[in-house]
C-alpha cells in the first residue's frame, strides 16, 4: 500500500494509526528526525475536528509537550509541535489536559526563544488565543506570551497572518485578564500594534 494512497491515510488516520504515532513518539524520544515527522503527521491529523479525540486518548499531549522539552534547539520539531498543541486546543475538553501538562508554560517558553520563526509564533498565538477563550484562569497564565507576540510583530510587519492572528489573540487576552491588559499596556504594545496595522485601521478596531 502507498503511504499516499486513501487507504494509507485512512489507516493512519485510525486510532490504531495514531497511536502508533504516538509510541514511536514514545519509545524514541531523543531521535529529532523521527520527532519531527511524527508531530508533523499528528499536526495534519489534528487539523480538522474528527481526529482530535482519537489523537488526546492515545496521549499525544503528553508525547508533544515532552518532546518539546527534550528537543529545545530542533526549531523543526518546535514547530510541529506547537502546530499540535494549537490545533488540540480548539477542542475544550482538551484544554485543561493540555494545561495540566505544563503546556501553556513550555509553548510560551518555546515562543519568547524563537520569535524569528513566524510559523511557530503564529501557532503559539493560535494556541494561546484557544486556551484563553476556554478559561481566563489560561489567560492569566500565558501572560508571559505578550513580549514574544509583540516582538514577533515588530519585526514581521508585512506578515498579514501573523498580524491578523495576533490582533485576535491579544483582544482575547485583554478581555479575560486584567493581567494581560497591563502587561500589553507596559510593553508599550499598543504603539506597536498601531506601528504594525497603521496601513490596516479596520484590524485596529478589532483590537479596542
Known sequence: ??????????????????????KSMQTIPTLAPVQEAACGALAAITKGDAH??????????????YVMLVHPSSIKVLENATRVLANL?????CTKTIADAG???TVIETMKSYTSSTSLIISGIRFIKNMALSDAEYANEAVGGIAPILE??????????????????LRCLVLKSESCKDRVITA????????????????WQTLL
Request: negative net charge; contains cysteine; hydrophobic residues 35%.
Open 52 to 65: 482530535k479525540s482519537r489523537a488526546i486518548s492515545a496521549g499525544a499531549v503528553d508525547a508533544v509537550i
Open 152 to 169: 514577533c510583530m515588530e519585526d514581521h510587519p508585512d506578515c498579514a497572518k501573523l498580524v491578523e492572528e495576533s490582533c485576535k489573540a
Open 89 to 93: 486546543s480548539s477542542l475544550k475538553k
Open 103 to 105: 503546556g501553556i508554560s
Open 188 to 203: 508599550d504594545g499598543v504603539a506597536v500594534i498601531e506601528k504594525t496595522i497603521n496601513s490596516t485601521s479596520q484590524r
Open 1 to 22: 500500500m502507498g503511504s499516499n494512497s486513501p487507504e494509507a491515510s485512512v489507516e493512519i488516520c485510525s486510532a490504531e494509526g495514531i497511536r502508533c504515532i504516538v
